[in-house]
């Protein structure tokens, strides 16, 4: 099982804010690295290093984190948004975890 | 531009081992601190880390996957290569391969990714 708890399906309507969660079994505080993928495709780095986004990725998706919980948030949603998202952290020992995945509908 | 891509058989029998190479081109795998990781995917279903290697051969392996795991690096032929003993429908997934970068003591990110290989698991 998953150590890394994001909910399983999330809508946003086209140009509103989205923000999607990955809570961690720990109160330790941290921050999580996020992918989006979309069909038949590899997954893709779009935030990572806290807040930090990737050359090609647009600025409307941001990373912030309080507490035990991670979000990634889409301001503005667009079509092509629509994809499933994955967080991904690692523990003390090295372990590297992904979350469940959350799969965005963009209405 | 670093690129990563699996090759491989789409096709294990049950009980055999699972065999993947990752070639990494456009730079080396020698060159920089990263860690380079396998990840699978089940249809329909969420990212699971398998296992890490550095260029120096340390390994770190997913607990629940490590009595069958090995993870090994060419720094010749510029690839990493997966085994996975003993498999079972279970193991039917995309695989991919990943370059990792660690950022103190807790922060990762896995990127590029390979475009991701299917391995079915029958007879």
């Known amino acids: 099982s998953s150590e890394l708890t994001q909910d399983p399906a999330v809508s946003v309507a086209l140009g509103q804010t989205v923000r999607i969660t990955c809570q961690r079994d720990s109160l330790r505080s941290y921050y999580a690295s996020w992918y989006q993928q979309k069909p038949g495709q590899a997954p893709v780095l779009v935030i990572y290093n806290k807040n930090n986004r990737p050359s090609g990725i647009p600025d409307r998706f941001s990373g912030s984190s309080s507490g035990n919980t991670a979000s990634l948030t889409i301001t503005g949603a667009q079509a092509e948004d629509e994809a499933d998202y994955y967080c991904?952290?690692?523990?003390?020992?090295?372990?590297?975890?992904f979350g469940g995945g959350t799969k965005l509908t963009v209405l | 531009q670093v690129q990563l891509q699996e090759s491989g058989p789409g096709l294990v029998k049950p009980s055999q081992t699972l065999s993947l190479t990752c070639t990494v081109s456009?730079?080396?795998?020698?060159?920089?601190?990263?860690?380079w990781s396998w990840i699978r995917q089940p249809a329909g279903k969420g990212l699971e880390w398998i296992g890490l290697i550095y260029t120096s051969g340390s390994t770190k392996y997913n607990p629940s996957l490590k009595s069958r795991v090995t993870i090994s690096v060419d720094t010749s032929k510029n690839q990493f290569s997966l085994k996975l003993s003993s498999v079972t429908a279970a193991d039917t997934a995309v695989y991919y391969c990943?370059?990792?970068?660690?950022?103190?003591?807790?922060?990762?990110?896995?990127?590029?990714w390979g475009q991701g290989t299917l391995v079915t698991v029958s007879s």
């Open positions: 990943a370059r990792e970068v660690l950022y103190g003591d807790y922060l990762n990110w896995f990127d590029p």
């Open positions: 456009g730079g080396s795998i020698s060159s920089g601190s990263y860690y």
């Open positions: 991904n952290s690692r523990d003390s020992s090295g372990n590297r975890f």
